[in-house]
């Protein structure tokens, strides 16, 4: 049976504890390392991937072409340096994307 | 009193080696370095100048550490009059690869990258050969034996605890009775400390994960002086353990050490007070003249700055503030 993975994107002090879960991680030092890692996760069965806010903001335009795809889906989270708010904006984005309203903060058609 | 002239060469090259550790001076400018850069620049009039310009960048600090503890264990072997005393230290590598090579058969990964090679005392390719044909014939007979009894258990039951339990167990075993074929009192004596000390941390992680007695006596080591077993019960408060232990030779660590722990529920206080302590042991190698002393405290001194060197690329790479690198560093040997 093959499951579906879940990955993790981020510096590696951030990311290992994820291991122990089971998770697949990929440590990455720059911008260039994880647009390979990116490309590594889009060859395999993954269907979430995580990926540290500081390492998204290097990877923008791979993430943009990412986001129209079915799988994965892509979750940002915060490193261990605390959040950018990268994270927040998307979501608020996705739910705009799937209802037309920006019912998270209240802002109705902004 | 063993013969300790067949010393003088050794301690001579030891002697003049220890003047190239870092200082606390040294290690202090890299703690307030403002960057992970400038903190490995500072290292560039140091023994581990010559790596820096093949490193692409400061995350590959751990090559430069890595190849650094190589060029000890291959200069200290080259003229130790007893290759016994390396190969006691070496023998955490070999213990370590066995723990990598058979954790990565089970998952059926491959994770060579882990594995540390030229420093222990097994090659690796020995190694690699032993867990992929199961056959551990040709390992240390305490080391095959665990390596066995380990191999069965992990068919009934994939544990991945039980590869740290049996060859952590057999390793201290072994070490025990190479440490006792050296005949020296100083070596006797680290080697109990460093069990005892680690016992006790054993002792506080097993309560702190909530683990019967049963566990606790799987994990406690029995090569140390303290009984942790009958010294204090996994139900009584801990301050019983700091009482216990008031007038023991670790009356500080622990005191101070379960204090910090009680209030932040981390070890991190009580490891750096342990090693502490170790180092302290240690640095009465200084004042010997002749002996296997020296060489030793100098090994223990290295493995302890490089233990340092990481703490602080570590700190600086996540920029952890100033302070808590501090809180974390060890003492120096120099």
């Not at chain 2, 009775?177 to 004596?189: C, I, T, Y």
């Not at chain 2, 622990?254 to 490891?271: A, H, I, M, N, P």
């Not at chain 2, 001194?301 to 060197?309: D, S, T, V, Y």
């Amino acid at each position: 049976m093959s499951m579906y993975k879940v990955a993790v994107v981020g510096d590696k002090n951030s990311i290992l504890g994820f291991k122990a879960l089971g998770v697949a991680t990929y440590p990455v030092t720059g911008g260039d390392e994880a647009a390979r890692a990116l490309g590594e996760i889009m060859r395999e069965r993954v269907a979430v991937v995580c990926i540290t806010e500081a390492v998204a903001e290097q990877i923008q335009p791979q993430l943009k072409e990412l986001n129209k795809r079915l799988l994965p889906a892509v979750v940002l989270i915060p490193n261990n340096q605390g959040s950018l708010g990268l994270g927040m904006m998307q979501i608020k984005k996705n739910a705009e994307k799937a209802i037309g309203a920006d019912i998270l903060f209240g802002k109705e058609g902004s | 009193m063993p013969n300790n002239d067949r010393y003088a060469y050794a301690v001579g090259r030891i002697r003049a080696m220890e003047t190239r550790l870092l200082d606390r001076g040294k290690i202090d400018r890299m703690v307030e370095a403002k960057s992970a850069e400038e903190a490995l620049n500072v290292l560039g009039e140091s023994e581990y100048g010559e790596y820096l310009a093949d490193l692409g960048s400061v995350h590959q600090f751990e090559k430069m550490l890595d190849a650094e503890l190589r060029r000890i264990y291959v200069e200290l072997r080259k003229f130790s009059p007893e290759p016994g005393l390396i190969n006691l230290f070496a023998k955490k590598f070999d213990y370590h690869n066995l723990k990598v090579l058979i954790k990565a058969n089970k998952l059926a990964e491959k994770r060579d990258e882990l594995l540390v090679s030229e420093v222990g005392n097994i090659p690796i390719a020995e190694m690699i050969r032993a867990v992929s044909d199961d056959d551990y014939r040709n390992l240390p007979s305490l080391m095959r034996q665990a390596a066995e009894k380990l191999s069965e258990l992990l068919r009934l039951e994939p544990d991945p605890q039980l590869v740290g339990l049996l060859l952590d167990r057999a390793m201290y075993e072994e070490l025990e009775d190479e440490v006792d074929a050296q005949k020296s009192p100083f070596l006797k004596g680290y080697f109990t400390s460093l069990v005892d000390l680690l016992n006790i941390k054993t002792y506080l992680r097993v309560r702190r994960a909530n683990r019967p007695k049963e566990f606790l006596l799987k994990a406690l080591l029995p090569n140390g002086n303290v009984n942790m077993n009958k010294l204090v019960q996994l139900v009584e408060p801990l301050e019983v353990l700091v009482d216990r232990l008031m007038f023991s030779a670790y009356a500080h660590v622990v005191e101070e050490g379960v204090q910090t722990y009680q209030k932040t529920d981390t070890l991190t206080r009580y490891e750096k007070l342990a090693d502490d302590h170790l180092i302290k042991y240690a640095k009465q190698a200084k004042y010997v003249t002749f002996g296997p002393e020296p060489i030793i405290g100098y090994l223990l001194a290295k493995e302890n700055e490089i233990k340092m060197i990481r703490i602080i690329m570590v700190g600086k790479i996540n920029q952890l503030p100033t302070e808590e690198i501090k809180e974390r560093l060890r003492d120096v040997y120099v």
